[in-house]
């Protein structure tokens, strides 16, 4: 088992920055990959951002790309989201997830359902 607690969200204005906080415990964090969704209200969960168990690879949404950042650092155990550049669609609950599934040249899972664990979840809202 690995529980996952987010932190970081917040109320901001388009244009700023927040740094989503995923912190973990239980099993070893560092074997699985780790995955940032997000959810707005009557829209489906939707991948933002994955990076591998070894932090060599990361992969983005189209969305997200250059305004979004992922890292993770696994003596901590712990995971993050540097979001800057933030717009009114940027908007939801985001999660943190973790799953077995390695990343390879062609990017990480964008598939909820292949990540084992996920955390509560932190709102993130940009306004206009």
């Known amino acids: 088992q690995v529980q996952l607690v987010e932190s970081g969200g917040g109320l901001v204005q388009a244009g700023d920055s927040l740094r989503l906080v995923c912190t973990a415990s239980?099993?070893?964090?560092?074997?699985?990959?780790m995955g940032w969704f997000r959810q707005a209200p009557g829209k489906e969960r939707e991948f933002v951002a994955a990076?591998?168990?070894?932090?060599?690879?990361?992969y983005y949404d189209n969305s997200v790309k250059g305004r979004f950042t992922i890292s993770r650092v696994n003596a901590k155990n712990t995971g993050y989201l540097q979001m800057d550049s933030l717009k009114p669609e940027d908007t939801g609950v985001y999660y943190c997830?973790?799953?077995?599934?390695?990343?390879?040249?062609?990017?990480?899972?964008?598939?909820?359902?292949?990540?084992?664990?996920w955390g509560q979840g932190t709102q993130v809202t940009v306004s206009s």
């Open positions: 997830a973790a799953g077995p599934l390695g990343c390879s040249g062609n990017g990480c899972s964008r598939l909820p359902f292949e990540y084992d664990y």
């Open positions: 239980g099993r070893t964090f560092s074997s699985y990959t």
């Open positions: 990076i591998s168990w070894s932090g060599g690879i990361t």
